[in-house]
C-alpha cells in the first residue's frame, strides 16, 4: 500500500469518525442539491452486473439487488428524484461515465486514483481482496498462486489490474472484458485464477461448482459513494447520506439482502 493511498484512505476515516457524531440528524434536501446531485431530474446510479456490491439477478424471481443498487435507490427516494439505474457491462465503463457526467453517483471502491476523477465520501463497507481457482486445482492458498505458467485473470481497467501490475513474479496477469467472460475462461482451462474482491468471486464461484475461493487476503476494497467532479456543494449531503446509512443499518441490510460474502466488519479492521 503506498503511502499517498494510505493518507487517502486516512482521510475518508476521519471524515467518517466526524460524520458518525452527528448521523441522524439528516433534513431534506435543498433544490439546490437535489439539482446538482440529479440535474437530469432523475437520480443517474452506475451500476455493472455480477457483482453484490453493484447488481445482480435473483435467480429465482429475476429482480435486481445488490448494495449500489439499493443505495441508489434509497438516496433517490430521499432526494425525491426517480431512481435510474445505469448498467454497464464492465465496472470501467462506470468509471469513465462518472468521470464524464453521465451518471450522477456510484458506490464503488475508494482509490487515490479515481479520486482525482470523482470526490468520494467516507468508506462504508470493506470488503477483502483474493483469489478464485477453478474445480481440481491445487492451489490451496494465495502464495500457491504465484508459480511458472500460472494465467491470474483480473478485469481490464480494474484497480485490481493496477494493484497487481508487477506483483507477480512468475504468474502472468491476463486482461478480461467482463466477468461473465472470466468465469467462461476459468470453466475452460484459460485460467488458473482469477482475482478480484471476494464478493465477487463467491459469486462467480456460484456459477462454477467445484471452483473455490481461497483463504486470506492480499488486499481490502474500501468501498464508498462518489459523485463527479465540480458537484462539491453537494458533498456534504452526500457523506451524511452514508453515515445515516450505516447507523440505521441500510447497508447492513444491503449487504444480508444481497447475500454478500467477504466483507469485514469494523471490529476486525
Not at 38 to 60: F, N
Not at 134 to 141: E, I, L, N, R, V
Not at 168 to 194: C, H, I, N, S, Y
Not at 223 to 229: C, E, N, S, T, V
Request: glycine share 10%; net charge positive.
Amino acid at each position: 500500500m503506498t503511502r499517498s493511498y494510505r493518507s487517502f484512505i486516512s482521510f475518508l476515516a476521519i471524515i467518517g469518525a466526524l460524520l458518525a457524531g452527528c448521523a441522524g440528524t439528516v433534513t431534506a434536501p435543498s433544490a439546490e442539491v437535489r439539482q446538482i446531485l440529479a440535474p437530469s431530474g432523475k437520480l443517474r446510479v452506475g451500476l455493472y452486473p455480477g457483482s453484490p456490491t453493484s447488481i445482480i439477478g435473483d435467480p429465482a424471481s429475476g429482480q435486481a439487488r445488490g448494495v449500489g443498487f439499493d443505495l441508489g435507490g434509497e438516496l433517490a427516494r430521499r432526494l425525491g428524484v426517480p431512481f435510474e439505474p445505469v448498467v454497464f457491462p464492465k465496472n470501467a465503463e462506470v468509471l469513465a461515465a462518472v468521470k464524464s457526467g453521465r451518471v450522477d453517483v456510484v458506490f464503488t471502491n475508494a482509490t487515490a486514483a479515481r479520486a482525482k476523477d470523482m470526490d468520494f465520501s467516507q468508506p462504508f463497507l470493506d470488503v477483502e481482496k483474493g483469489f478464485l481457482v477453478p474445480p481440481g486445482s491445487a492451489m490451496a492458498k494465495d502464495a500457491d498462486v504465484d508459480r511458472a505458467g500460472s494465467r491470474v485473470g483480473v478485469s481490464q481497467g480494474s484497480s485490481t489490474e493496477r494493484e497487481l501490475a508487477g506483483h507477480f513474479k512468475q504468474a502472468v496477469m491476463v486482461r478480461t472484458p467482463t466477468l461473465k467472460t472470466a468465469v467462461e475462461m476459468l470453466r475452460d482451462g484459460k485460467l488458473d485464477a482469477f482475482a478480484t474482491n471476494k464478493a465477487i468471486l463467491y459469486a462467480m464461484s456460484d456459477q462454477l461448482p467445484g471452483s473455490r475461493v481461497l483463504d486470506g487476503h492480499w488486499g481490502l476494497e474500501h468501498f464508498a459513494a462518489a459523485i463527479p467532479k465540480g458537484r462539491e456543494a453537494a458533498a456534504a449531503y452526500v457523506r451524511q447520506f452514508v453515515a445515516d446509512m450505516g447507523s440505521e443499518g441500510r447497508v447492513a441490510q444491503a449487504v444480508q439482502r444481497v447475500g454478500l460474502r467477504g466483507t469485514v466488519m469494523p471490529a476486525a479492521r
